[in-house]
């Protein structure tokens, strides 16, 4: 099996950036990856830390080892990422939790590997308190910040690390990477281009047929809402947020398995660290669970909108034409925006950690009240 940095076929420069730097065991101790969504950042976070934890000696991610399985699974106790959790970026009090964690030991690897996503949310009062150990952190310690542009994110952050800047990719790039990673028809492969954003997360959508169900939930809600009422509208809601956590099960009996198999010879203190982690995962694995729904929406209205404009060219969602058409025939342009602009503002309240099924509710209601409305 390959690593995951042989699979960066979209940012081959990052790709071989990387592979150079691993192999010459020359990596830096804080890399910050810039570059719009859906460019791959977090693929390449993830295929570097892959890397750096490989657990067969000369090698820097061969893919097979327990370590690299491990890591390319999102399971690997000693890879940590972590999210904003308020509305006005990191907390004060996640910043505290993530220094005293990084003094900690390695649970399984040598070293230990700190994804920050959304690096422009971390603000002064939790930034200073990490610029120390981001110049000099523990032997072993490697951080990769993710973030949009430099100039979004703090000066004293940027100036120590690594930058490494991400190209945007053309979603008919990105499609066909996905097609021949995959083995995948080009229509499925647009479609998981337009749910999970970048290519390494697309082929994953491709292989899970419990996130394609979430799809399918969510194509059906949006479907039904010409002749909904309240309750159906609820019902909607409620089907697809089951859809979206039914891929949870696994994650939730991976986790349980590692604690187990880790119990006889880890400290009572370790034990609650990977306990700690387990929860950060599931919780950031819901999160990216309900994008991936509200950018389903997104995608399908995005396809009524071309038919109703004339726009040249194919649909992405070539799957549901049915659905496509009978939401054109009843729509205006100028309701489809409306709509779009509920799906924005639900990717928004997410992000500052309303109850995604409350979010989803409000999207589905602001969605029948712009298709509906001339």
């Given at each position: 099996?390959?690593?995951?940095?042989?699979?960066?076929?979209?940012?081959?420069?990052?790709?071989?950036?990387?592979a150079r730097a691993a192999g010459s065991e020359r990596t830096s101790q804080a890399y910050l990856f810039?570059?719009?969504?859906?460019?791959?950042?977090?693929?390449?976070?993830?295929?570097?830390?892959?890397?750096?934890?490989?657990?067969?000696?000369?090698?820097?991610?061969?893919?097979?080892?327990?370590?690299?399985?491990?890591?390319?699974?999102?399971?690997?106790?000693?890879?940590?990422?972590?999210?904003?959790?308020?509305?006005?970026?990191?907390?004060?009090?996640?910043?505290?939790?993530?220094?005293?964690?990084?003094?900690?030991?390695?649970?399984?690897?040598?070293?230990?590997?700190?994804?920050?996503?959304?690096?422009?949310?971390?603000?002064?009062?939790?930034?200073?308190?990490?610029?120390?150990?981001?110049?000099?952190?523990?032997?072993?310690?490697?951080?990769?910040?993710?973030?949009?542009?430099?100039?979004?994110?703090?000066?004293?952050?940027?100036?120590?690390?690594?930058?490494?800047?991400?190209?945007?990719?053309?979603?008919e790039r990105a499609a066909a990477a996905v097609e021949r990673a995959a083995a995948s028809t080009p229509?499925?492969?647009?479609?998981?281009?337009?749910?999970?954003?970048?290519?390494?997360?697309?082929?994953?959508?491709?292989?899970?047929?419990?996130?394609?169900?979430?799809?399918?939930?969510?194509?059906?809600?949006?479907?039904?809402?010409?002749?909904?009422?309240?309750?159906?509208?609820?019902?909607?809601?409620?089907?697809?947020?089951?859809?979206?956590?039914?891929?949870?099960?696994?994650?939730?009996?991976?986790?349980?398995?590692?604690?187990?198999?880790?119990?006889?010879?880890?400290?009572?203190?370790?034990?609650?660290?990977?306990?700690?982690?387990?929860?950060?995962e599931l919780t950031a694995r819901k999160r990216s669970g309900i994008m991936e729904v509200l950018a389903?929406?997104?995608?399908?209205?995005?396809?009524?909108?071309?038919?109703?404009?004339?726009?040249?060219?194919?649909?992405?969602?070539?799957?549901?034409?049915?659905?496509?058409?009978?939401?054109?025939?009843?729509?205006?342009?100028?309701?489809?925006?409306?709509?779009?602009?509920?799906?924005?503002?639900?990717?928004?309240?997410?992000?500052?950690?309303?109850?995604?099924?409350?979010?989803?509710?409000?999207?589905?209601?602001?969605?029948?009240?712009?298709?509906?409305?001339?």
């Amino acid at each position: 099996m390959p690593g995951l940095l042989s699979q960066l076929d979209t940012q081959p420069r990052v790709r071989d950036f990387l592979a150079r730097a691993a192999g010459s065991e020359r990596t830096s101790q804080a890399y910050l990856f810039l570059g719009a969504p859906g460019s791959g950042k977090l693929d390449a976070a993830w295929a570097l830390a892959q890397a750096l934890l490989c657990e067969r000696e000369g090698e820097h991610g061969c893919g097979a080892c327990d370590g690299c399985v491990r890591v390319a699974r999102h399971t690997h106790p000693d890879v940590h990422l972590l999210q904003p959790e308020s509305a006005t970026g990191y907390l004060i009090a996640q910043t505290r939790a993530l220094l005293e964690e990084v003094a900690l030991a390695p649970i399984r690897a040598a070293g230990k590997v700190y994804i920050i996503d959304r690096a422009e949310q971390l603000r002064a009062n939790t930034a200073n308190a990490l610029l120390k150990t981001l110049e000099e952190p523990p032997s072993g310690v490697t951080f990769i910040l993710l973030g949009t542009s430099a100039d979004a994110i703090l000066s004293t952050i940027v100036s120590r690390c690594q930058c490494v800047p991400f190209r945007t990719i053309a979603p008919e790039r990105a499609a066909a990477a996905v097609e021949r990673a995959a083995a995948s028809t080009p229509a499925r492969s647009r479609v998981a281009v337009a749910v999970a954003g970048s290519p390494a997360r697309a082929v994953e959508f491709l292989k899970s047929a419990d996130r394609q169900a979430a799809r399918r939930a969510a194509i059906t809600a949006v479907d039904s809402l010409l002749h909904a009422d309240e309750a159906d509208i609820l019902a909607s809601a409620k089907e697809v947020i089951l859809a979206t956590d039914a891929p949870l099960a696994e994650v939730e009996s991976t986790q349980k398995a590692v604690l187990e198999q880790n119990a006889d010879y880890l400290s009572r203190g370790a034990l609650k660290q990977l306990e700690d982690r387990n929860k950060r995962e599931l919780t950031a694995r819901k999160r990216s669970g309900i994008m991936e729904v509200l950018a389903s929406v997104r995608s399908l209205l995005r396809d009524v909108l071309t038919r109703l404009e004339g726009v040249p060219g194919g649909i992405v969602n070539a799957d549901v034409p049915d659905t496509v058409e009978r939401l054109a025939s009843r729509a205006s342009a100028t309701g489809v925006l409306h709509a779009l602009d509920a799906v924005a503002l639900a990717e928004s309240r997410i992000a500052r950690n309303v109850t995604p099924q409350l979010a989803l509710e409000v999207m589905l209601f602001d969605i029948r009240k712009g298709l509906t409305c001339p």
